[in-house]
């Protein structure tokens, strides 16, 4: 696994081939391999975290921000929950192999359209050293091989991660190239990743925007961005206010900062005088920060509300504050939502059927919910279980990027010597 | 439509207006926009073998070689054969609205999986004009906007049968932006489109690797390769050779310049010198140049046979050319096709249940036969009616792209005022 002496592509080559025989495997030689690696990580836990100190105590880590060291801290308990996860992974069902459509041609052909890997997926990410072992977990159930790309600054924690979910492959007899890791070292590397085209079949970049724009200028491999969420809440005129009230709390204050919080209020002008007063101040109660336009302001009432700038309305903040805006009918919501949203998760609170209609399809958006907080798109809400993160692309994968996205298909066709006239 | 006077944001912008409405037009309405657009091809013919004249008497076609003047060039014939094609798209199912999947949450939430259009999805495309009329069928029928940029050197054909596709929209009552067609002008244009984030969901090139090429040094949006077929046919040891001989000749020689047809004949060593001398001599008939390793060479018999370079194992030949090569087994048969394919269709040839599996997991491609001949990967063969092309692509679209690939879904979910807690 040392990547010293091997170059980007030769270690991408080794998944590629590794993932030609794990594309074949079987289940349950794949759910030992999850099974060994969720014990092994209870009983190295000792050497993890010792890892994990030499990190931290590194000069490298000196720099980074308190909420960057959380992330890169792991302690016992961490790792019991890794473990945990390894073994929830396991438990899910297996995409593979699942025949999706299955038909006879005119021609006599018999088609089936069948569930495969993708075969070596590429992941870049920051910080939080569970993911060596979350996103391994997940590709190796979807039986595909993993080449690992973390910060150098977390390099010996994902070293000895990785040098732990190789030994479960191992041991389970699973293809030596199903789990690699680079060195996390400069721009250079990434790029070579990013370029190994023939060798990673897909690219997941789990980081903020810098990482994304620095991918987007030079990835030649297919890309899938797990990307922000600008979610609103849009209260019609007639919504059950007191549902309104709950669900717009809970969009944004019960933990805002992950991407399906929502960012912006939206209300219908009929009831905005009705309606803000008093969620309003839940929210300043909360320690909500809130701006808006000129009605919400005059509808606050004693509230206060600073002015939104037009920036404001496209802004993710993932945090305690909140945009709150006034608009005159459904359209018009529907308007604002598309020209400020991320495709992400958007709400609308209304007692009426033509009304949640009309507004599930004009938003263009993954997820919209009818009275029902936007902090639902998730994969164990979804009930898919683990996610490798949230696609706000329309291509492939939409929402929660689970097992069954992490695989493509091909069609298998069986015949008795048919030829084309 | 005239786009002299705008820029190409403004024309994407236009469509991204015109798709918004149309994501909810009725399959009734569209349909009728593809009959109407059907009639008026029939009444505009005369003009519109005018405006194609013209293009062909122009200086910028003189240069052009006789295959593409072909491909330029419409007649009567031609344009009664686009509307046939546009009729049998409007006969097809509509895409839009299906629900994929539907179920209740744990947390009560009623969840459907529909699908829905894409939005816009921008076609660059070389010589055929009409290639403007298709793609406008599909994407009107899957309720998608389009963006139309094709050669400077067809941009009077291209320019009337775009006034007439959007005639027929206009009359249909489907919105304004629904078909937009640009100029055909410099590489600034096709760059311009090919980074319109936010506007341009799908860019979808329908030309060869220098369009290709140039597009992926540059392109933002999403992009989707209708690419390359480098394309096997294995005859196993045990195959019925009067079928195996059939289905090679057929795969070579039944329509040479597809991408579906096939570029290397593989031999399992064991029956080689018997099937080898009579299919060589049928492909050599048919006027086939064969290449090949020594082994084939060998055992061609009385069939002159090249000898083939490493390049050839790489070549698509997209004529009638093949080369031949002899392998010792069903694992080097596929580590053959998985090290010099494109992923595009495969074959084996054998009576074996086990050979037949081993070869469908363990090729990895877009569509692989048992066999059959590689010829049939089309959206009519599929049933699925007419494609924008073939993708050999993994993400979003393997093999051919119809009406449903040209869509994505949204989640829709409704609840009683579901919070997370």
Redesign the interface.
């Known amino acids: 696994m040392a990547t010293a002496t091997r170059t980007v592509e030769e270690v991408c080559a080794c998944a590629k081939q590794g993932s ?1 025989e794990l ?2 495997t079987t289940t349950q030689a794949k759910d030992a391999a999850l099974a060994r690696l969720a014990d092994l990580l209870g009983e190295r836990t000792g050497e993890i975290l010792e890892a994990n100190a030499a990190d931290l105590a590194d000069e490298r880590a000196v720099g980074l921000t308190d909420a960057l060291r959380d992330r890169l801290a792991l302690n016992e308990e961490r790792v019991t929950s890794m473990a945990a996860g390894v073994r929830d992974i396991a438990a899910l069902p297996d995409p593979v192999g699942e025949v999706i459509e299955e ?1 006879t ?3 006599g ?1 018999r ?1 089936k359209k069948v569930r495969v890997p ?2 070596v997926i590429g992941v870049v990410y920051e910080a939080r050293p569970n993911v060596t072992v979350d996103c391994a977990a997940l590709t190796l159930k979807s039986g595909n091989a993993i080449v690992l790309r973390g910060s150098s600054y977390a390099a010996r924690s994902n070293g000895v991660l990785a040098t732990v979910v190789r030994e479960a492959v191992a041991e389970a007899g699973l293809p030596e190239g199903s789990v690699e890791l680079l060195d996390g070292g400069d721009r250079a590397e990434l790029a070579e990743l990013a370029t190994a085209e023939g060798l990673v ?2 690219l997941i970049p789990r980081g903020g925007e810098a990482l994304k724009e620095a991918l ?1 200028s030079v990835a ?1 491999v ?1 890309v ?1 961005y797990a990307a922000a969420g600008n979610c609103h809440v849009y209260v019609h005129e007639d919504a ?1 206010l007191e ?1 309104a009230r ?2 717009a ?3 944004k204050v ?2 805002p900062g992950v991407c399906n919080a929502a960012e912006t209020l939206l209300v219908n002008a009929r009831v905005a005088e009705r309606f803000l007063p008093e969620v309003l101040a839940d929210l300043r109660d909360a320690g909500v920060e809130l701006v808006g336009d000129e009605r919400a302001r005059a509808a606050a009432s004693e509230t206060p509300v600073g002015a939104a700038t037009e920036g404001d309305w496209d802004t993710e903040y993932l945090g305690m504050k909140m945009a709150v805006g006034v608009v005159d009918s459904l359209q018009d919501a529907i308007a604002h939502v ?1 020209r400020h949203g991320t495709g992400h998760s958007e709400a609308i609170l209304t007692s009426s059927d033509d009304a ?1 209609e009309g507004f ?3 938003v ?10 936007t ?3 998730d994969g164990f ?3 898919i279980g683990a996610e490798i993160g949230n696609s706000t ?4 994968a ?2 929660p990027i689970g097992l069954r996205e992490l695989t ?14």
């Open positions: 030609r594309a074949t038909r041609l005119a021609s052909l088609m993708l075969g079949d897909l987007k030649t297919p899938m059950d549902m709950a669900v709390y809970n969009a019960q933990r598309n949640a599930t399809e004009g263009d958006a993954a997820v919209v919910y009818v009275n029902a907080s902090r639902f798109t809400e979804f009930g692309q329309k291509l492939h939409r929402g493509t298909f091909k069609y298998v066709v069986h015949g008795d010597g048919q030829v084309r006239s």
